[in-house]
């Protein structure tokens, strides 16, 4: 969540125990006095149920968002960046009850996108984990390209808006790397790591340029951040 902070994105309240067994975070649907905000998730606003959580694509969860925002611009952007986020570090979970949509006046019709809440590594626990949602027809982790055609064609940004909101979300987790590895470093599954599945997602969005500056024409790991 910290990383998810760093990338730009809203995120409630959060907190670490001493012991780092618990993870803490504050409810977001309630203001400063205590009044209590409207939450649906995306499932609800589809009128679907929770079993079908799994069986929609990102393209129709920001056609929702578009539907039912009051700032369309503003949220889309978020949408797209919580799912760079996502597919940076291994986050196979962000279905449709993941997302979710906030509104102080129900019969206005419109809301506003919640905080990010919910983005974690999962391909590390689940060896060949995919996306919980289609994106360009697939559930296949994207590559750069589908993140950018997805940004222009369903999220509202330009090529150039993409471009620099994968970068700034890449920055987010190599700063994530360097901020907490020593939390990071010992975490491992099934002879897997949580550095090396975060650095195969950093990866997956790197540009062609950057690949070819690392890996030399070499199918390689990129090195990791110093």
Not at 154 to 166: G, P, R
Request: include cysteine.
């Amino acid at each position: 969540m910290s990383i998810v902070k760093q990338a730009g994105l809203r995120v409630p309240e959060f907190h670490l125990s001493d012991d780092k067994r618990l993870f803490i975070m504050r409810r977001f649907d309630l203001t400063q006095d205590r009044h209590s905000l409207g939450m649906e998730d995306i499932c609800v606003l589809m009128g679907l149920v929770a079993d079908d959580k799994y069986k929609r694509s990102y393209e129709q969860v920001a056609r929702a968002i578009g539907i039912y925002s009051d700032n369309p611009n503003r949220d889309l952007g978020e949408l797209f960046r919580s799912l760079c986020v996502s597919v940076l570090v291994g986050n196979g979970d962000a279905h449709l009850k993941n997302f979710a949509m906030l509104y102080d006046d129900p019969s206005a019709g419109k809301g506003w996108f919640s905080p990010t809440f919910d983005i974690v590594n999962t391909t590390l626990y689940m060896e060949g984990d995919t996306l919980a949602l289609k994106l360009g027809r697939t559930k296949d982790f994207s590559s750069r390209t589908t993140m950018v055609r997805f940004g222009r064609e369903h999220c509202n940004l330009t090529q150039k808006m993409a471009e620099e909101a994968i970068d700034q979300c890449m920055d987010a987790v190599q700063w994530g790397i360097e901020e907490f590895s020593e939390l990071a470093q010992p975490v491992e599954f099934g002879g897997r790591t949580l550095m090396g599945e975060i650095e195969h997602g950093i990866s997956r969005l790197m540009t062609p340029e950057s690949k070819h500056a690392i890996w030399k024409g070499e199918v390689r790991k990129p090195k990791r951040v110093k």
